[in-house]
């Protein structure tokens, strides 16, 4: 398969019965949709399965794939859906707020924003990170994971939250006002 | 432009989404305007610490991956019974099934068993499961049904 041969080609050649197209699909997303489930998972092991299972979905829906969006942000989509399920099924108790978990967190919190990667306290930051972003509302979330990980422009974000670009302008800032009214204070003189 | 306004923008300046005369109008705000300059500062922090960049996966890798899921893909079709196939459905068992039960209801309308006198005692055990069906199935000119139920021979 040559570099020129487009997504919309494969999935062509795929739903009329080409099987292994569907494998040059999976290697040129991988990378993308395995990065956006550790992002939302916060998870690298969950990631690889979580991955997996998004491609298998994908495979069995390639019928309703219509080729109004690009075959990128069409199963950017199927992953967040379903990293976002598997979140929601993993913590079905009732979460603390935004403001709370600063509170409660507060000397770890500081040492994330404050204190510097330190390697032995890496997987206590990215635990950390990881429930001060699960704080926010999902679509606030993955806008913001998908804008400063993913790096998708705001098109593409439109196109994958399906929604407008003026709604993903506004989760933008307001998961940004969010993160910054909660925790300004670390950052305070002082405390820096 | 107001403040708020501001604010609007400089979300979309980190993202690199302004267009050039927003962004020279918002320069020029960031140059007189502490507040929204330790804001924007705020928002790269708090990004540098929440965010990490995705694992980098090699090609190798990829490949690896993309054949564990062909695999679980085919793995899965061999599984599925062929008869269960929707394309089976779809595109003969169907069509079959009504075709059949259609020869049946034609065979049990036009079966010319039994004589004159009588019907034939298959026809009549066979009807007898349903009296209602059986008062359509027995053609013009045939004892009527109630006759045809009161023939049915001793077991």
């Known amino acids: ?192 | 432009m107001n403040h708020e306004h501001y604010r609007d923008a400089l979300s979309a300046l980190r993202d690199g989404e302004l267009k050039e005369t927003e962004r020279r109008d918002l320069a020029a705000h960031l140059d007189a305007c502490g507040e929204c300059r330790e804001t924007l500062d705020r928002w790269s922090k708090i990004s540098g610490a929440l965010f990490r960049p995705a694992s980098k996966i090699t090609k190798d890798q990829s490949s690896r991956f993309a054949r564990v899921v062909m695999a679980r893909i085919r793995q899965e079709a061999d599984e599925a019974p062929a008869w269960w196939r929707v394309w089976a459905l779809d595109r003969w068992l169907v069509p079959a099934l009504s075709a059949g039960v259609v020869a049946a209801a034609l065979a049990i309308a036009f079966y010319p068993g039994g004589g004159a006198d009588g019907p034939a005692w298959d026809e009549v055990l066979l009807l007898s499961q349903c009296r209602s069906l059986a008062k359509w199935c027995v053609p013009p000119g045939r004892a009527n049904v109630d006759s045809l139920f009161a023939q049915t021979p001793e077991n």
């Not at chain 1, 299972?53 to 219509?66: D, H």
């Not at chain 1, 199927?78 to 709370?100: G, P, W």
Request: proline fraction near 2%; charge should be negative.
């Open chain 1, 1 to 192: 398969m040559t570099q020129t041969t487009t997504d919309a080609d494969l999935v062509r050649r795929v739903s009329a019965g080409e099987q292994d197209a569907y494998a040059a699909l999976i290697e040129r997303h991988h990378a993308n949709v395995q990065g956006l489930c550790g992002s939302i998972l916060g998870d690298p092991t969950s990631a690889e399965d979580a991955a997996q299972e998004v491609f298998l979905k994908a495979y069995k829906s390639l019928g309703n794939f219509q080729g109004d969006s690009s075959f990128g942000t069409w199963i950017y989509r199927i992953a967040s859906n379903h990293c976002l399920d598997t979140v929601r099924s993993r913590s079905r108790r009732k979460t603390e707020s935004l403001e709370a978990l600063v509170e409660g967190d507060s000397a770890e919190l500081a040492s994330l924003f404050c204190g510097g990667r330190r390697d032995e306290a890496a997987q206590e930051n990215a635990d950390l990170a990881q429930r001060l972003l699960s704080r926010l509302p999902e679509d606030y979330r993955v806008t913001l994971i998908l804008r400063e990980v993913q790096g998708l422009s705001y098109e593409e974000l439109a196109e994958t939250m399906g929604c407008s670009l003026d709604a993903v302008k506004a989760r933008l800032r307001r998961a940004r006002s969010s993160l910054d009214a909660a925790t300004r204070h670390f950052f305070e003189p002082g405390n820096v």
